[in-house]
């Protein structure tokens, strides 16, 4: 009874094929035992990942890889452009310089306000009077002389230009007479002060009686001509080279015209703080007339105009850098691309 039983059920269980087959067991007695529980079936295998798959993220790693490769070789090439944008420029400087002063008459003053870019780097030639009294000191500027670094400051002062002929009229420009050192302008300062407190006082000295009979006989001197009772002062000759405004970097501090604290040239700016028009022409003086007893101020020297911060031979450099760090990064991505294909 209990085998005809067994039989059946694995006859049954085969047709429907949803459940595993049970071996089959013989019956020792003729009493009925419960049937033990149906193994587990092993889980169904996982689905096969799509074809391509695998070698879509193998692309994708090995350009990971060799992306430091190619932004570094990228900079490289760009230092390059760079150098022959800077070699441009510095001819351009270089050939201004060599042309000859221009006379700072009403048509070189003209064509000057009219584009100040196109008059950029071309030396002029002017002769007038200082205004101390409007000198503005931008700094600390730092010199070296032997080895010893000093700060002191650059000192721009408006000149107002004479008039050479009947009728013609020059606009005023503003000058950078060059380096002073710190003690030069608490001087200047002093001077100011000193000058304010005396035009302030009233006189100390009276005019004498004219009533007496001594003046009488005293003044009675011949008065003299104009041209020869006031001499003139002879005009200052400046030979400069007509520039623009500094660009400043992010950690310069901005200018405080209100209380005199210069950190880097804006014309602009300092042609308001003189009393002069926004567009008044800035040059740097580059005359190297010196006087031994007076030194200061110390003009610019020419070379420095043509020089950069960044010149060709320094992109050079960094080409070769982003170079050498570009053929490091990429022969290592090589090297462990072949490590992993090894491996597998």
């Not at 780097?121 to 000191?137: A, P, Q």
């Not at 210069?262 to 703080?273: E, N």
Request: with cysteine; aromatic share 10%; hydrophobic share 35%.
């Amino acid at each position: 009874m209990a085998a005809s039983l067994s039989k059946h059920l694995r006859l049954r269980l085969r047709g429907g094929g949803e459940y595993c087959l049970l071996p089959s067991r013989a019956s020792t007695s003729h009493t009925s035992s419960p049937a033990p529980p149906p193994p587990s079936c092993p889980p169904a295998a996982a689905a096969p990942p799509p074809p391509g798959a695998g070698k879509e993220a193998s692309a994708w790693s090995k350009l990971f890889l060799f992306a430091p490769g190619a932004i570094t070789f990228g900079l490289g090439t760009w230092q390059l452009f760079r150098r022959q944008e800077k070699i441009e420029m510095l001819d351009y400087r270089t050939r201004r310089l060599e042309m000859d002063p221009v006379a700072w008459n009403e048509v070189a003053s003209s064509a000057a306000l009219r584009d100040p870019a196109a008059m950029e780097f071309r030396k002029i030639v002017c002769e007038g009077d200082f205004d101390e009294e409007k000198s503005v000191f931008v700094g600390p500027r730092s010199r070296s002389i032997s080895g010893v670094t000093e700060n002191g400051y650059y000192v721009i002062t408006p000149l107002i230009p004479r008039s050479i002929e009947s009728g013609s009229l020059q606009s005023p420009i503003l000058v950078n007479r060059g380096w002073v050192p710190r003690g030069w302008r608490d001087k200047n300062v002093k001077d100011l002060q000193i000058l304010d407190e005396a035009s302030e006082s009233p006189e100390a000295v009276k005019k004498p009686d004219e009533k007496g009979s001594w003046w009488k006989f005293w003044s009675n001197k011949p008065k003299l001509s104009p041209e020869i009772e006031k001499p003139r002062i002879p005009p200052v000759r400046i030979i400069g080279v007509i520039r623009g405004s500094e660009k400043p970097s992010i950690f310069v501090p901005a200018n405080e015209p209100s209380s005199g604290q210069w950190f880097y040239v804006d014309v602009p700016m300092i042609a308001r703080a003189c009393g002069l028009p926004e567009n008044t022409v800035y040059i740097e003086d580059i005359n190297e007339d010196v006087s031994p007893t007076n030194p200061y101020p110390v003009p610019k020297d020419v070379n420095t105009l043509i020089r950069h911060s960044v010149m060709p031979e320094d992109h050079l450099k960094y080409t070769f850098t982003w170079y050498t760090l570009s053929a490091a990064v990429t022969y290592m991505a090589s090297k462990r691309i072949k490590a992993k294909k090894v491996r597998i």
